[in-house]
């Protein structure tokens, strides 16, 4: 079966949230079990880290990465099957679930994802997000990692989070200033590809 062929699976059962068992046939994109399988070689071996970073060198040479502010947000998922990445969720009766924590550009570009149990405050992440954006490249001259400033909500902001991004050279901003951050970074989090490939990777008991 030929790499692309198992991509399209993949990012077929990613999208959707079906079940790896239940990946038709037909559609010509191998079974489940391949598809789950090369997913984690790939995974094993780097790809998805190096095409990340190769993707946003292309955006950043093409001048559509927006680095002038970043935006931080959440979303809780449901993790049926359990995993070393839930908690319990204190808005869903106490149950097992995990959380995607995602950083986007200003126009929405997701630059890094986690993922968590889902009753780790939001704070706990904010810096390991900035962390964990790679070295966007594209350019002449030193590559690009973090944005200059970044907007997220309450969840995400202290005094201590705040004095912490300052000595990193990124400079907090109140969410109230600026409603409009929410947008791109809530677009992101509904595409749901990336994170859930953070979902199928860090928890494999999401792979039912």
């Keep these: ?80 099957n359990g995993g070393n990445k839930t908690g319990k969720n204190p808005t869903d009766r106490g149950k097992e679930d995990s959380k995607h924590h995602v950083i986007t550009d200003a126009k929405g570009i997701p630059l890094a994802v986690s993922l968590t149990g889902a009753n780790r405050n939001d704070v706990t992440q904010a810096l390991s997000l900035f962390d964990a954006i790679p070295l966007v490249g594209g350019k002449p001259g030193r590559p690009r990692q973090r944005p200059d400033s970044t907007y997220a909500d309450r969840a995400y902001d202290s005094q201590k989070r705040r004095e912490e991004l300052r000595a990193r050279g990124i400079t907090p901003r109140s969410p109230a200033a600026d409603k409009p951050w929410q947008w791109p970074v809530g677009l992101s989090l509904r595409g749901r590809v990336g994170a859930g490939f953070a979902a199928r990777l860090q928890t494999p008991a999401h792979s039912r």
């Design 1 to 80: 079966m030929s790499n692309r062929a198992v991509l399209n699976g993949i990012v077929f059962v990613l999208k959707t949230g079906i079940r790896w068992i239940d990946l038709p046939a037909e559609l010509g994109w191998g079974c489940g079990k391949v598809c789950r399988e090369r997913l984690r070689d790939w995974h094993e071996a780097g790809v998805w880290m190096a095409l990340h970073a190769g993707l946003l060198a292309e955006w950043h040479h093409a001048d559509k990465i927006d680095s002038s502010r970043a935006a931080m947000d959440s979303s809780k998922v449901r993790a049926l």
